[in-house]
């Protein structure tokens, strides 16, 4: 099976042109749809199930740091050994 690398040395300076543009052209169009649409109505939005939760919780126990967790970090840290 050719290299890819070869592949692309071989290519006529018109090909190699053609796909550089096709690849930039490529690139610019997903970029595009990868963005978060902006909300056209400016009030506030919905919270989350999850949001509703972390709510409710802190308003049956204010200043509770049951959701810091430190766990967490030692996960992080293992993930890097």
């Known amino acids: 099976m050719d290299n890819l690398a070869d592949r692309l040395a071989n ?3 018109s090909k ?5 543009l096709r690849l930039t ?3 610019a169009g997903a970029h595009a749809h990868q963005g ?3 909300r056209t109505n400016r009030e506030s939005a919905p919270l989350s199930f999850a949001q509703q939760r972390l709510w409710f919780l802190n ?3 204010p200043d509770d740091p049951s959701y810091n967790q430190p766990k967490a ?9």
């Open 73 to 81: 970090i030692d996960c992080w840290v293992l993930s890097l050994t």
């Open 11 to 13: 290519l006529s300076r």
């Open 25 to 27: 052209q490529e690139n």
């Open 59 to 61: 308003q049956l126990e």
């Open 36 to 38: 978060i649409q902006r």
């Open 16 to 20: 190699r042109a053609l796909l550089e």
